[in-house]
């Protein structure tokens, strides 16, 4: 007997939906990018439970005719392609009429469609790739389609789906990705009766704005980026790249060819090539970058979902890429005057012209600075760690000149004198010791606010005027967990609204800091650290706020002021690097 025959098609449907649909957000991406395909200018989504319940996309596209709509359902039923060559100068999203059967075989769909000859509309209903109904209807023109009731049938899946916050997140995700690199599409998004977004058509980098810049905007998110421009004969690529002062551990960063977002290790490796030497512990840079190239120059079908894409001529592409935006940031200056980032190269031109230029004669390692910690200003992994001490049997002996051994070589009634309101300069036995401000006040309230945090008691102050704290929907999945403790921090918060909320009270520390930008800097690095409420909630708070309430860069000090801050800050076990890793003080080495 013969055992080989063909699957029934709804099973092959199902089969392919574990491929193509994984999870609420891998359906919305398949409907959005159908809408998008039929030109579509306005995308309405509504979500019920993360999708589980329901995923609604509402398009203004060219709508289907009764038996396209029927067709569209079968498998690799598409519009897209009709031969083998078509594949290769694809415009379009989809393209493998695998998207609308695999989700019907797995959900209860329905979906109404017109176009605009067509006097009405056609409803059809589909089941388990079981067709319900198919009847005229009234309906604007576009398609309405309702995907309800997501893996009712495949249990494994449905148990596979994370919590409803998660999958939310990831629904953003695939919204981000595909509203990122539509500006001119117009998009709302609501999710349990709650619109999360509206976005207005508009450009690229009023589209990134709208979607990161949050809703209260006092200082643009955009502001932090310079833009990227070039076109080639090969490829022209536009775009944003952060500025490398405003990189982060945890940056937003986007590569987007033809109108398809796409992860790139490759080309992720150019931009980083492009930032080498400006960027300071482990931060990262942001960017939003958008490839136009021909479509034949590359092959979008080498994963099958599709964010993975191979070009012709990678190399060519990373050598543009990376010098467009070494451009770009060199136009943007960013080298400041004293570089405390690159290991001690601070250049100060001693020689005349008939200054004989001799080989200094030295018994020792000229370069030797003894307050210069191992590696520590290189990228370090873990800031804790170099504030320990270090081991004896990893250092050699003249090294371990102790921290607690400098307070001692300040020289008595020693005068401090300010450059460039930036670096305190002070005289040591070892040589001109040069500390940034900013960053030595860093250090001093960190430890101060550390400690406080440990044992809270903390004096509230109430706001004579109620502040808002706006925030966006990934903010607010961030801030939820962190309510407890920031009232007992002193900042009483109130829900106002589905993303934000009113503080009518604030840590008396904050003192004159924006409690609103307090607020946002902790949700960020909290955020950035990845960190628990447990492990990390302490460090990031307390480095937040000390970076907010710290002197700034710019501020004149008088010599009492500028005495208080050396000597509270020599005073403490750790203080030649900030908790982020930036170093506080260099010594020019009076030997040298
Ligand atoms: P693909 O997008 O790969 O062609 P799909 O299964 O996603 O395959 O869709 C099948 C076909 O249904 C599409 O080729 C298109 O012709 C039609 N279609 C799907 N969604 C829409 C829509 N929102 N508006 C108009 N036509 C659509
Ligand atoms: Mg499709």
Redesign the pocket.
């Known amino acids: 007997m013969d055992v080989v025959r063909l699957l029934p098609d709804a099973v092959a449907n199902q089969i392919a939906a574990g491929e193509v649909i994984q999870r609420p957000a891998s359906c919305l991406k ?1 409907l959005v ?2 809408s998008l ?1 039929a030109g579509a200018t306005r995308i309405e989504i509504l979500l019920l439970d993360a999708g589980r319940t329901l995923l609604q996309v509402i398009d203004n596209g060219r709508g289907m005719s009764d038996t396209d709509t029927r067709m569209a359902f079968e498998r690799h039923a598409t519009s897209k392609i009709q031969e083998a060559k078509d594949l290769f100068t694809l415009r379009t ?2 393209f493998r009429g695998e ?2 059967p695999s989700i019907a075989a797995v959900s209860h769909v329905e979906i109404t469609s017109r176009r605009e000859d067509d006097e009405v509309g056609t409803l059809l209903e589909i089941a388990g790739s079981q067709v319900i109904r198919q009847e005229a209807c009234q309906c604007a023109v576009g398609t309405n389609i309702k995907v309800k009731d997501l893996f009712y049938n495949v249990p494994a899946r449905r148990k596979f789906l994370k919590t409803d916050q998660t999958e939310l997140r990831n629904l953003l995700t695939e919204f981000y990705h595909i509203a990122l690199v539509y500006p001119q599409v117009q998009f709302t998004l609501a999710h349990n009766d709650e619109i999360l977004y509206s976005l207005p058509a508009t450009n690229e980098k009023q589209r990134i704005e709208a979607i990161f810049g949050g809703a209260t905007n006092r200082t643009l998110y955009t502001s932090r980026f310079v833009e990227v421009k070039t076109e080639t004969e090969l490829v022209n690529i536009y775009g944003f790249v952060g500025k490398p002062e405003e990189a982060t551990k945890n940056a937003q960063q986007y590569f987007f060819v033809n109108g398809r977002y796409m992860r790139h290790p490759y080309f992720h490796k150019a931009v980083m090539t492009a930032y080498a030497g400006l960027l300071s512990g482990e931060t990262v840079p942001s960017y939003f970058l958008y490839f136009t190239i021909a479509p034949d120059a590359i092959d979008v079908n080498v994963h099958p979902t599709k964010t993975e894409i191979k070009f012709a001529d990678e190399q060519l592409i990373f050598q543009i890429l990376l010098s467009v935006i070494r451009e770009s940031l060199g136009k943007f200056n960013i080298s400041p005057s004293l570089d405390f980032n690159r290991e001690g190269e601070i250049e100060m031109p001693v020689l005349t012209g008939d200054t004989p230029i001799s080989q200094p004669k030295v018994m020792v390692d000229p370069n030797y600075n003894p307050f210069r910690p191992n590696n520590a200003t290189k990228a370090p992994k873990n800031w804790e760690s170099l504030y320990s001490p270090p081991s004896s049997h990893s250092a050699p002996q003249q090294e371990l000149i102790p921290d607690a051994f400098l307070p001692s070589l300040l020289p008595e009634g020693w005068k401090p004198y300010q450059y460039q309101e930036k670096y305190i300069l002070c005289p040591s036995p070892l040589g001109l010791m040069a500390i940034e401000q900013h960053r030595a006040h860093v250090v001093v309230l960190y430890e101060q606010y550390k400690a406080m945090l440990q044992h809270p008691t903390f004096a509230s102050q109430q706001l004579l005027f109620p502040e808002v704290l706006e925030l966006t929907m990934d903010d607010m999945l961030v801030i939820e967990p962190l309510l407890d403790s920031l009232k007992g921090l002193g900042f009483e918060l109130d829900l106002l609204g589905k993303d934000a909320y009113s503080i009518s009270g604030v840590p008396a520390l904050l003192g004159q800091t924006n409690p609103v930008k307090a607020l946002k800097d902790i949700i960020y690095s909290v955020r950035e650290c990845g960190a628990t409420v447990e492990n990390g909630f302490v460090h990031s708070i307390a480095l937040s706020l000390a970076q907010d309430t710290a002197i700034p860069v710019g501020q004149s000090l008088t010599d009492d002021q500028m005495r208080d801050l050396v000597e509270k800050l020599i005073a403490l076990p750790h203080y030649r690097l900030t908790p982020d890793g930036k170093t506080v003080l260099t010594i020019i080495d009076i030997n040298l």
Request: net charge negative; proline share 0%; no cysteine.
């Open positions: 398949e990018e159908n395909d999203m989809g998207a609308l």
